[in-house]
């Protein structure tokens, strides 16, 4: 069985709507609860619409404008949770204090960071830095939004033109196993960063 009818048989259950509802939640559970390696879903729920016979043009820019959307909607809720939260003095403060303080040594300390996040992650939970940070909520969902929006159309249009240079299947095996090394080289450079910082950081 090759890529394609593992495919099929695997999600054909959802249909076209279930995968677009799926990316949507995808993306807000790995904003609010739990890194969901948002990449790969993308990759193969693209190649799924595409086998359904959607346009590459239209599967991209469904599945590209829900998972922004997920994301946004995943950081603006956590975002509120812990306003709540923090409105009424119940987050506590050596947790507050701790994430203000991490966020002194990375590049920049505001909003900013959260485009350099989508590279180097360094910065978990966004959604809990913003409201505690005091930083601006809609700024800082605009630097998301930004930064989503870029790292996953070159995602697409990579998927795209790996289309074009091979067949089918082997453009499918090739896409997952270079996301698969994007996300493992994005992950590590996050740590890397991440103990440099901690490195940097006074006893």
Known sequence: MGLGDWLQSTLGFLGPGGLLVAIFLIFF????????????????????????GW???????????????GDLMGNASL?????????RGRIPRRLASAMQRWTKFLVTSDERILLVNRVAPAVPFTGAFIAVCGWDLRKSLAFIAIGGAAKYALLL?????????????T????????????VGASVAAGQIRKRRLQGRRPD
């Open 171 to 182: 453009a499918r095996i090739v896409t997952l196993v270079a996301v698969v090394v994007l």
């Open 79 to 87: 975002y509120a949770i812990v306003r709540w939260f923090d409105r």
């Open 157 to 169: 249009v990579l998927i795209a033109g790996l289309g074009v240079a091979f067949s089918p299947e």
């Open 29 to 52: 559970v790995d904003a609010v609860v739990f890194p969901a390696l948002p990449e790969l879903f993308v990759v193969v729920f693209y190649f799924q619409l595409v086998d359904w």
């Open 55 to 69: 346009l590459p043009l239209a599967a991209g820019g469904s599945l590209l404008a829900l998972a922004i959307l």
